[in-house]
């Protein structure tokens, strides 16, 4: 069986770690919705704050808004 379902990547890139991307966790399980619009909201509700806070976006930390990506589970 295999379905596709939102997650939300995080994303970093500054001088001292390079590219950073990975697919947020809650709980340690990976935060997974049915539709883009429900990521969108939890993007906007948990990382919303990155807009206001230059100083997070500049060195030494250069965070971006996590991103909607689509990804395909499959049951093995």
């Not at 709980?27 to 807009?51: H, M, Q, S, W």
Request: with cysteine.
């Amino acid at each position: 069986m295999m379905s596709y379902l939102w997650a939300a990547q995080w994303r970093s890139k500054n001088n001292l770690d390079g590219d950073t991307t990975h697919i947020i966790r809650v709980n340690l399980i990976p935060a997974l919705f049915k539709t883009k619009r429900e990521c969108l909201a939890f993007i906007k509700d948990e990382y919303g704050y990155i807009v206001k806070r230059k100083d997070l976006r500049a060195e030494p930390h250069c965070w971006a808004i996590p991103i909607p990506i689509k990804v395909k589970i499959e049951a093995i």
